[in-house]
C-alpha cells in the first residue's frame, strides 16, 4: 500500500489518497481546536495519543460487530481506512448532562439522564453544527431519514460498548459523538474519529476531566489528561 497525494484537510486530521481507490490514510495532527476553530493550539503528541486511542476503540467495535470504516493503524499518526462520503448528520450519545445540553436545557452539569440521549446535529462549520430533527433533516435533504435511523441505532450500541469499556477503567462515558460514511459499495459505517477530542471522559471517582473540555475551558495541561487516559485505556 502506497500514500499519494492529500484528498483533504480537516482542524485535527488530513487525509490522504492511496494506491488502492476505495482505501484512504487518515494522518492525526497535533492541532487542537475549540469553538468553531477560534481557540487553536499545538498540542505536542496529541496526534499519536488520538491515534492510538481511535485504534483501539475501533478495533473493539470491529470485534462487537459494529461496521466502521476502520482497516488497520499503519504508524504512531496514521490509521488506514475505507474511503468513503461522510454524512452532514453528527450523532451526539449523552449518558450525563454538560456541555450543549446543560446550556440549552438548564440540566445540571453531571446529572444522570434516566436513558442514553441520541441527538442529531447538522455538520455545518457557518451555522455552528445547528441541532436537527428528522424533519429537518428530511428537508434539508442532509441524508436519507433510514440512513439516520440506523445511525441512530448503530449509535446506541457503540454507547453500550463503550460505556463498559471505560467503567471497567474506573472512566464514564459522559457523552460523544459519531460520524458515519457510505462507503461506494453503499455500506453505512461508523468513521471519523472516537478520541478525548469527541468524547467526555470523567474519572469515576473524582470526575476529573481526562478529554477536551481541559482544552476549552483551559482546566490544565490537555497532554497529561490524555496520556493519562490513554495509560488507563493501555492497562486494561
Ligand atoms: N463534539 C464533537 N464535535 C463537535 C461537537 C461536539 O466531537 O463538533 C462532541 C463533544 O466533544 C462532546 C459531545 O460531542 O463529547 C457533545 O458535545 P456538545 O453538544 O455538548 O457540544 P459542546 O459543548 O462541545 O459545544
Sequence with gaps: MEKREKLYEGKAKIVYATDEPDK???????????FDGLKKEQILGKGVINNAISSMIF??????????????????????????????????????AAGSFTRRYGVPEGTRLERPLVET??????????LVCAEHIELLKLADLKDVEKMKELALKVNEVLKDFFAARNVILVDFKLEFGKTPDGRLVVADEISPDSCRLWDAETKKKLDKDVFRYDLGSLEEAYKELLKRLEEG
Design 121 to 130: 446535529f447538522w455538520k455545518n462549520d457557518e451555522l455552528h453544527d445547528p
Design 24 to 34: 484512504v490514510v487518515l494522518y492525526f495532527k497535533d492541532d487542537t481546536t475549540a
Design 59 to 96: 478495533e473493539l467495535l470491529k470485534k462487537r460487530g459494529i461496521p466502521t470504516h476502520y482497516i488497520k493503524k499503519l504508524s504512531d499518526r496514521e490509521m488506514l481506512a475505507y474511503k468513503v462520503d461522510i454524512i452532514p448528520v453528527e450523532v451526539v450519545v449523552r449518558n450525563y
